[in-house]
C-alpha cells in the first residue's frame, strides 16, 4: 500500500511547491511606450493586458491638452494666442486651478507660467544658457500668476503675459488617470512608471519595493516599500547643463527665476494622489529643507517625502522613514 | 511505481530544474535591453562591448563595461541619454528621445525605480 503512493506521493509535492512558485508576479505582462516626451513601463496582471490600449489613449489625449509643444494642444494654443480667450473644456480648468492654488499655498514655490523662463535657459530645446540678468528680469512680468485668466462659465482661458508649463504635474495628473481606469476595470495588480513617476496599483501582500535614484551616481540611495499610490522624484540631474564650473539644472526658482539653489539636489514625494505629489517635489525641491517641511507638515501631514540634500543625506519627512526598507 | 509514473516523474523534475535555472538566471542575470524602431535586443552586462545601432536621427553608441550600461556617443542635442551616464541596476534606463532609442536593465527584486 505504502509503496503505491511513494512516488505520486512526491510528485503531489513537487507540483504543489512548482504550482506556488508560479503564482509569484511572473503572471504580469509589461508595456512599453513613449507618451508625453517621455518613457512609458506598464506592468499588469495578464487577465487585464487589455487596459493598455485605454492607457494609451487616456495619455495621447492628455497630451493633446496639456503640452506645450503639441501644436495641437490647448496649452500650446493659449501660449501662442496671447490676450485671446481660447475655449478649453472642464477638464482643463480644473488642472489649471489646481496649479494656481499649489501656487498660492507654495508662496509661489509653485509656478505654472515659467514657460518662457525655461525656454530662456535653454531648457526646452537644449541650447543652453545662462540669461542676462537683464533678460530675467524683463521676463519677471511673464511668471505673475495673475497673467492666467479663467472664465469658468464659457470654459474658456486667456494668459496676458507669459507662457503655461504642466510640466510639473502633468505626469502625476496621467497616473490619476489611470488608477481611476485600474479601478474601473477592476485590475488584480499593475506598476506605472511614467518618466520615472510611480503609480503602484492592487494586491501585493508583500508591499511594492520602489527604488529612489542615487543623484549622483549609479544605482539607488533608498528603497522604499508601499502597498498602494504614487512615488513623484524631482532632482537636478536629469536636464542640466555645466558652464564655468556651476551646474544649472532645469528647476526653475520662481522667486529668482534661476534654478532653485536650496541645497536640494533631488525630492521624492509619496502620495496617494498623483498630480499632487508631483507639484510637491518641485516645490520641497524650490523651498529647501527646512521650509519644506514645515510647509508639508502643515498643509499635508498625510504626504511622505524624502529630501537629499548636497551632502548626500536624507531628510524624512511625514515619517517616510517608516517606509524604507533595506 | 508504474512506467508513466517514472515519465511523469522525470517530466516534472526536468521542468523544475528549468524553472529553478530560469529562477536563479532572473535574480543574478543581469542584461541590458536596447530598444529602437527595428525592436529589442538583449545583451549580457558582463561582457564588454561597444554597441552601434540606428536611431531615427543617426547612429548611437552604447558602452557595456563593468557589469554596466550607458550612452557613449548619440546624435542628439541636448544629450540627456549620455548625461544620465551608467545604468546597472534592474529597472534603471536611460532614453534618447529625439533618436527614439531605449536601454534598460533586467535583473533584481524592484517593482520601478522613481527619478
Known amino acids: 500500500m505504502w509503496r503505491k503512493f511513494k512516488y505520486s506521493g512526491i510528485i503531489i509535492v513537487i507540483l504543489i511547491v512548482s504550482f506556488l512558485s508560479s503564482c509569484s508576479p511572473s503572471n504580469m505582462v509589461t508595456k512599453k511606450g513613449l507618451y508625453l516626451g517621455t518613457f512609458l513601463t506598464f506592468s499588469i496582471d495578464s487577465a487585464h493586458s487589455y487596459v493598455y490600449s485605454k492607457v494609451s489613449k487616456i495619455l495621447n489625449n492628455i497630451d493633446k491638452k496639456f503640452s506645450r509643444f503639441n501644436k495641437e494642444s490647448l496649452v ?251 | 511505481m508504474k512506467p508513466y509514473d517514472r515519465i511523469l516523474l522525470i517530466l516534472i523534475i526536468i521542468l523544475l530544474l528549468i524553472s529553478v535555472v530560469l529562477f536563479l538566471n532572473k535574480k543574478e542575470g543581469e542584461f541590458l535591453f536596447i530598444k529602437t524602431d527595428s525592436g529589442i535586443k538583449k545583451y549580457p552586462l558582463n561582457q564588454e562591448t561597444i554597441i552601434t545601432v540606428k536611431g531615427r536621427i543617426g547612429d548611437a553608441r552604447i558602452e557595456i563595461k563593468d557589469g554596466k550600461a550607458r550612452f557613449l556617443h548619440s546624435p542628439c542635442k541636448k544629450k540627456i541619454c549620455e548625461k544620465r551616464g551608467w545604468i546597472s541596476k534592474e529597472g534603471e534606463y536611460a532614453i534618447c528621445i529625439p533618436n527614439g532609442v531605449f536601454i534598460w536593465i533586467g535583473g533584481d527584486d524592484l517593482d520601478a525605480i522613481s527619478e
Not at chain 1, 97 to 108: C, D, L, R
Not at chain 1, 194 to 214: A, C, P, Q
Not at chain 1, 270 to 287: H, N, P, R, W
Request: aromatic letters at 10%; proline letters at 3%.
Open chain 1, 76 to 326: 500650446y494654443r493659449i501660449n501662442n494666442k496671447k490676450g485671446e480667450w481660447v475655449k478649453v473644456d472642464k477638464e482643463f480648468i480644473d488642472v489649471l486651478k489646481f496649479s494656481i492654488h499649489m501656487n498660492e499655498i507654495s508662496y509661489g514655490a509653485f509656478n505654472p507660467i515659467l514657460g518662457e523662463v525655461e525656454s530662456a535657459w535653454g531648457f526646452y530645446d537644449g541650447n543652453y544658457r545662462v540669461p542676462s540678468e537683464e533678460e530675467l528680469k524683463e521676463l519677471r512680468n511673464g511668471t505673475n500668476i495673475k497673467n492666467i485668466m479663467i472664465d469658468e462659465e464659457r470654459e474658456r482661458v486667456k494668459i496676458i503675459d507669459g507662457e503655461l508649463d504642466f510640466g510639473g504635474l502633468v505626469k502625476g495628473y496621467a497616473l490619476d488617470l489611470i488608477k481611476n481606469l485600474l479601478e474601473k476595470e477592476k485590475v488584480k495588480r499593475c506598476v506605472v512608471n511614467l518618466g520615472g513617476n510611480i503609480l503602484v496599483f492592487g494586491d501585493k501582500k508583500e508591499g511594492f519595493k520602489i527604488g529612489i535614484r542615487h543623484p549622483r551616481e549609479s544605482g539607488i540611495i533608498a528603497k522604499i516599500r508601499i502597498f498602494s499610490g504614487t512615488v513623484a522624484t524631482s532632482g537636478d540631474y536629469e536636464n542640466y547643463f555645466i558652464k564655468d564650473g556651476v551646474r544649472y539644472h532645469h528647476i526653475i526658482d520662481p522667486s529668482t527665476l534661476k534654478p532653485a539653489k536650496s541645497g536640494v539636489i533631488e525630492v521624492t514625494v509619496i502620495s496617494e494622489d498623483g498630480m499632487l505629489g508631483d507639484a510637491l517635489s518641485t516645490t520641497l525641491f524650490v523651498l529647501g529643507i527646512e521650509k519644506g517641511e514645515e510647509f508639508l507638515k502643515g498643509k499635508y501631514p498625510q504626504v511622505k517625502a524624502i529630501i537629499v540634500d548636497e551632502g548626500l543625506n536624507k531628510h524624512f519627512i511625514n515619517g517616510a522613514m517608516d517606509l524604507t526598507v533595506p
